[in-house]
C-alpha cells in the first residue's frame, strides 16, 4: 500500500484559521450571554427562571446566524481540504485527482452543519442550566451563597471557554470527516495515524502515532484516566481537543 508522498509529517490540511475565526464568532455569543446574566442579581432565585427564558429564546433566535457562521466554517476547512489532496504530490493530483474532486461529500457537509448549530445554540442553553443549578446550590446551603454569587458572575468567562472548546474540537473533527469521506471515495481503506509531535499530545494518542487503523474500524481509545477510564473509538482529530490527523493509505496500482 502507499500513501500520498509529503516531505513532512505535519498536518497538511491547515485549519487554523478557520478555527481563529471560528471561536471569535462563538465567542461573541458567550459575551451575549454573559450579558444578560450580568444584568440580574447573582444568586437571586427569582432570576434563574427570566434568565433562562432569556437564553432559551435567545438560542432559537440565533438559528439562521449559527447556520452562517457554521457553513462560513465548513466552507473553509472543505477548501483546505481540497487543497492538500490535490496538493499533495504530482502523483494523488494525477490518479486520484477526479476521485477527490467528485467525492460525496454533501452529505457529510449536511451533517456536520446540522451538529454545529446545535452546538452553538448549545453556547447559551448551558449557560442557562449552569445559572440555574448553581442558584440552587446556594439556596440548599446558605454559607456558599457568596462563593454561588462569584461562580454565576463568571459565566461570562465560562461560555467562552466553552465556545473556545467547540472551535477547536469541531473544525478538527469537520477536516477529519471530510479527509475520511474523500479518502473512502478514491479507494482508500486504512490510513496512518500521526499525532502532532509535542509534549501536548494525549499518552493514549502517542501510543497510536505511526500505526495503521482501517476507515471502518476506528480504534479502541481510553480518553479517561487509568483511575477513571472513559473507553470511546474514533478516528484522529475526532474527539474533543484532539490534533491527530489521518494519513490516507492507497493500495498499490
Known sequence: ?????????????KTSR?????????????????AVINGFPAGDPESAGPISNILSRYA???????????ARMLADVDLSDRKAWLGASEEISRILGQEIRHAPT??????????????????PR?????????????????????????????STEV?????TLIARTEVARS????????????GSTH?????????????????????????TDPPLINEGSDDSPKWMRHHPGQVWNCRCWAEPIFPDD
Open 126 to 154: 448551558d449557560a442557562a442550566d449552569r445559572v440555574h443549578r448553581l442558584t440552587l446550590e446556594g439556596l440548599e446551603d446558605s454559607t456558599r451563597a457568596s462563593t454561588v454569587a462569584k461562580e454565576i458572575q463568571r
Open 1 to 13: 500500500m502507499r500513501s500520498p508522498t509529503r516531505r513532512n509529517k505535519s498536518n497538511p490540511v
Open 191 to 215: 490510513y496512518r495515524w500521526h499525532t502532532a509531535g509535542d509534549s501536548d499530545v494525549r499518552h493514549s494518542h502517542k501510543a497510536l502515532n505511526g500505526k495503521i487503523f482501517a476507515w
Open 18 to 34: 478557520a478555527e481563529r475565526e471560528y471561536a471569535g464568532a462563538l465567542k461573541k455569543v458567550a459575551e451575549q450571554v454573559g
Open 106 to 123: 454533501g452529505a457529510a457537509m449536511q451533517d456536520l452543519l446540522e451538529e454545529q448549530v446545535v452546538l452553538i445554540k448549545s453556547i
Open 60 to 70: 432559537d433566535a440565533i438559528d439562521p446566524w449559527a447556520r452562517r457562521i457554521a
Open 159 to 163: 461560555s467562552k471557554s466553552k465556545a
Open 175 to 186: 477536516a477529519s470527516v471530510l479527509t475520511q469521506v474523500r479518502a473512502e471515495s478514491a
